[in-house]
């Protein structure tokens, strides 16, 4: 089994959570997707946040 760092599982963990969300998202009414670059203070770096507005 491959080593995992704590990044590398927070990503595993929010594409599988994803994968699970986003289908029944999509079937929905149309809604806007706002894409949001934040600070992330852990790793120094941005992260983008996707949320779905109707």
């Known amino acids: 089994m491959p080593e ?3 990044r590398g599982f927070l990503a ?9 969300a ?5 079937a929905r009414l149309p809604a806007r ?10 790793t120094g770096g941005l992260r983008a946040v996707d949320r779905l507005v109707p």
Do not use: C, E, M, Q
């Open 33 to 42: 997707r706002i894409l949001t670059l934040v600070r992330d203070k852990a």
């Open 22 to 26: 986003l289908p029944p998202a999509l």
């Open 12 to 20: 595993a963990l929010s594409a599988a959570g994803a994968a699970r």
């Open 4 to 6: 995992l760092t704590r």
